[in-house]
């Protein structure tokens, strides 16, 4: 099954650093695959630190550059219109959009197409929260007026994950600039195409130059860079927790606030009195969308012993039926991002086998996916000890775990047992129960007889323990990405 040839329409070995598409500095290059094959899809540039201080110059000149700031002198209604007309935009662009994600991550289409729509949607948002942020007037002594600004950090970093572009770059980059912050982006040296081409978009719907700012490249070179320079006012992260605390480290010495947003290995927790005809489409799609590779992957399917068996031959049914392939070919899942990738996902099934854990379902590869794609079967096991390996560590990959439970209390102790707490879900019927387990899980997010459900553009997001702090989407982001300002005045 041959993947289908792509046409990319610019360039894509340049940086966009002050509204201009240069060379990296140095002019070198480096490669992107296409997963579904193996095969060079691309060149993108190999940034230095000099673009990436070309590029906070740009930024900060679009904030306070006097003539040039086109973009610091802009309202917050202003500001709104530009992000809407983005969003705009990018809806007109889907299918460019999809289409690059597919070749470049090796989603499926129709997952692409909706990151694509969720794009669109971070920019809807948005452009119509600009102008919705408040202050507020605080009461205090006699003679004086109190009150308090919610103004920009200034210039921001972004440094983004190759799993989701489009939507991580929605949600960050949508809810910085609507706060008035001129953006540096760091795409993953894996998979940026829908980042540049992101950028493209904006300036064509009228992004004042240096607004937004792309230096693509190595994590260690521009990350770095990125990371820990000194013209950065906040950054914002989305990737491992080992790159996550570096940065923090690299920020921490200029003393700037920074957004963590990590890993996860997030249960769904079914009890006996569960609707399992409705939570069985979101027990296996929350562990296989994008073959896996969800920082709020549900990992660890939690079942009460009473339907435990039901459960899994119900589960195990479905994997059978799962089907893995070329992205463009929009089965079930596509390849996972590269060898490396691969190579990790394969040393946990090894490892699996080898600890005598029962596979309770296999997913299938096409029989003419190509040879030199990354393809992974996805991979039902259980039921596992909830202190193994494959309960406890993120693998980043279409492998779920099943793990047996006995009553509410040792629910909350399996699913609290982890490093991680980004995302929870909770299946039963039992209202004081549904209150009881939001309560008691230690996660960002919890949901109650659904999972991840309408992309979560509006909701709050972000981990405790080692998932990170701080939170993106929804309005709670623009807390993040501005900075309080208060004033007393005092008149007598
Ligand atoms: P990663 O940490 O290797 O890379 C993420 C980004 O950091 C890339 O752009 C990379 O180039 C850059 N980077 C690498 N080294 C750097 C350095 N020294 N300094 C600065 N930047 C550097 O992560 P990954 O493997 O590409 O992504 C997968 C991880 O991301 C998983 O753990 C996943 O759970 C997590 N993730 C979390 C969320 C979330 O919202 N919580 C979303 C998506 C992915």
């Not at 009890?271 to 992957?297: E, H, K, R, W």
């Not at 590869?365 to 990354?374: E, F, M, R, S, T």
């Not at 701080?470 to 007393?488: C, D, H, P």
């Amino acid at each position: 099954m041959p993947a289908s040839p792509l046409t990319i329409p610019f360039a894509t070995d340049r940086q966009f650093i002050g509204g201009e598409w240069r060379a990296a500095d140095g002019g070198a290059t480096l490669a992107l695959e296409d997963p579904s094959d193996g095969g060079e899809l691309a060149r993108i540039g190999r940034g230095t630190a000099a673009d990436i201080d070309a590029a906070v110059a740009a930024a900060r000149t679009a904030l306070d550059g006097g003539e040039a700031s086109a973009w610091g002198r802009l309202s917050a209604t202003e500001r709104g219109r530009v992000l809407s007309a983005i969003g705009r935009k990018v809806l007109e662009n889907v299918e460019l959009l999809a289409a690059l994600e597919v070749h470049d991550v090796g989603k499926p289409l129709k997952q692409a197409r909706a990151d694509a729509v969720a794009l669109a949607r971070y920019c809807e948002f948005y452009g119509g929260a600009a102008d919705k942020v408040q202050g507020a007037t605080l009461p205090f002594a006699a003679g004086f007026t109190a009150l308090t600004l919610r103004e920009p950090h200034g210039v921001t970093g972004h440094i983004v994950p190759w799993n989701y572009p489009m939507q991580i770059v929605g949600r960050s980059v949508g809810a910085a600039l609507a706060m008035g912050n001129a953006c540096v982006l760091k795409p993953a040296e894996e998979a940026c195409l829908t980042v540049l081409a992101f950028a493209r978009i904006c300036a064509e719907a009228g992004l004042p130059s240096g607004a937004l700012n792309v230096v693509t490249g190595l994590g260690e070179e521009v990350g770095a860079a990125l990371a820990g320079h000194g013209g950065i006012d906040h950054v914002s992260f989305t990737g491992s927790v080992a790159t996550g605390a570096l940065v923090q480290i690299a920020a921490a010495r200029n003393a700037v606030p920074v957004t963590l947003e990590l890993g996860g290995k997030s249960p769904q927790i079914v009890f006996a009195d569960a609707d399992l005809d409705a939570a069985l489409p979101f027990l296996v799609n929350a562990g296989i969308q994008n073959a896996g590779q969800t920082c709020s992957a549900a990992s660890r399917i939690l079942v009460e012993r009473p339907v435990f068996d039901a459960v899994r031959a119900r589960m195990s049914e479905r994997y059978r039926a799962l089907r893995v392939g070329p992205a463009a070919a929009d089965l079930d899942l596509g390849p996972v991002i590269s060898r490396r990738q691969k190579e990790i996902v394969d040393h946990f099934l090894a490892l699996a086998r080898d600890s005598g854990l029962a596979i309770a379902g296999e997913g299938s590869v096409v029989g003419d996916a190509p040879k030199g794609g990354y393809y992974v079967r996805p991979t039902l096991v259980g039921d596992v000890p909830p202190e193994h390996s494959l309960a406890q560590d993120e693998i980043f990959g279409p492998v779920q775990v099943l793990i047996a439970f006995d009553g509410e209390a040792e629910a909350i102790r399996i699913a609290n047992g982890t490093r991680y707490g980004l995302v929870a879900g909770v299946w039963t019927r039992d209202g004081a129960r549904q209150m009881r387990m939001a309560r008691a899980l230690r996660c960002g997010q919890v949901f109650i007889n659904n999972y991840g459900a309408g992309g979560g553009i509006e909701l709050p997001f972000g981990g405790v323990k080692h998932s990170g702090h701080g939170r993106e989407k929804g309005f709670e982001a623009l807390y993040g990405f501005s900075a309080l300002k208060t004033i007393a005045i005092h008149h007598g």
